[in-house]
């Protein structure tokens, strides 16, 4: 049997709220497993530069609520080529690291599965991103933080939007993925989504245009998913001037503010959760795969699904969301 003694942990790529608390999981669960505990600090950067510490229960104490990643994120380069990625196992073996546990999304894994290959090394992945991007997870650590960010921020535009009888188009991130603008949309009372998902001659926003968005209402807000097949809100909002140039039309780009803040209730129950599952899932030998969360229970996907395969988003919520903008 392969026991593993020492599990080194890092974040990578874009932070998302509940890293801390996915990486408090992995810490205490490895050291409630009798499993030493190495910290790689800013992603696979840590690990070709061998910035990697110690860590005991009490580096993570104090952490759950907070934003960000407190062992930092990075992009790292070197991690893309064969000489980065020796170095980086170089540096594993040095400190006598036998699993490897990655915190972030869809290039931190595509990394991992390379690095697991080539060097036959277990490592496993927690999907943390705030696009809920991920196939194999109902939900991705971070997204429903970032989805109620995003709802806090249309509530206050939809006063503004009211008062001056404006049509809003409201950029959110996603990364070529609808979920977070079209949840958003549902839960805020917005008008339509512009999601990548649907093909745009058959997108909400030909319908809002057809309707006349004063037609029954005084103010419109549609939300809209960074992306190039969408046009971005100032892309969507060009084709709607275009058309009608007496619309008062604005555009926000939420941005950054969606990464950040406290974790939800339900990002630190699902981090917590998938934070103990990737201890689990090496104690069970398995490896190169993803924790993800399906109809409340922990699975394990392989790395090759998780990146490969696109996430489907339910079709049936547009539906809902044309059904109750009338
Ligand atoms: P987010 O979804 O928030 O962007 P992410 O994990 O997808 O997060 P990326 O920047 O795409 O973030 O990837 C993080 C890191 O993973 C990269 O900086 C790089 O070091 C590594 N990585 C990505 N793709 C590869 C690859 N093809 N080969 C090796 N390493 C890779």
């Given amino acids: 049997m392969y026991q593993i003694k020492t599990v080194a942990v890092l974040t990578s790529g874009g932070d998302a709220p509940g890293m801390n608390a996915a990486l408090r999981a992995v810490t205490r669960a490895a050291i409630y497993n009798g499993m030493r505990v190495m910290a790689v600090m800013k992603g696979y950067k840590g690990l070709v530069t061998n910035d990697i510490v110690e860590f005991k229960t009490q580096n993570v104490s104090n ?5 960000g990643t407190i062992i930092k994120t990075a992009r790292c380069k070197e991690f893309t080529t064969p000489e980065g990625r020796q170095m980086a196992y170089d540096n594993l073996k040095r400190h006598n690291v036998d699993a490897l546990v990655v915190l972030g999304g869809d290039g931190t894994f595509t990394g991992a599965k390379i690095f697991a290959q080539e060097f036959n090394f277990p490592v496993v992945g927690v999907p943390c991103t705030i696009d809920n991007d991920l196939y194999g997870t109902d939900y991705t650590i971070g997204y ?22 404006r049509l809003f188009f409201v950029e959110v991130m996603g990364r070529d993925a609808g979920f977070l603008a ?8 917005a008008e339509a989504a512009v999601i990548p998902e649907v093909r745009l001659k058959d997108d909400m926003l030909a319908e809002v245009i057809q309707n006349g968005f ?15 097949v969408t046009g971005g809100a100032e892309g969507v909002a060009a084709r709607v001037k275009a058309e009608h140039p007496e619309y008062d039309a604005r555009v926000v780009v939420l941005g950054h503010i969606q990464r950040g803040g406290s974790p939800s209730a339900q990002d630190r129950i699902l981090a917590s959760r998938m934070g103990a599952a990737a201890i689990d899932a090496l104690l069970e030998e398995q490896r190169n795969l993803m924790v993800g969360v399906v109809n409340d229970e922990i699975v394990y996907v392989p790395f090759s699904k998780a990146i490969k395969d696109d996430k489907p988003i339910n079709m049936k919520l547009i539906a809902t969301l044309r059904a109750l903008s009338i």
């Fill in 182 to 189: 079209l949840n958003a949309a549902i839960a805020s009372g």
């Fill in 144 to 165: 429903d933080t970032a989805l109620n960010t995003v709802i806090e921020a249309v509530d206050k535009i939809r006063d503004t939007a009211s008062s001056h009888e």
């Fill in 214 to 228: 004063r037609k029954t209402k005084n103010s419109s807000i549609v939300l809209v998913a960074e992306s190039e």
């Fill in 63 to 67: 952490i759950i609520h907070h934003g």
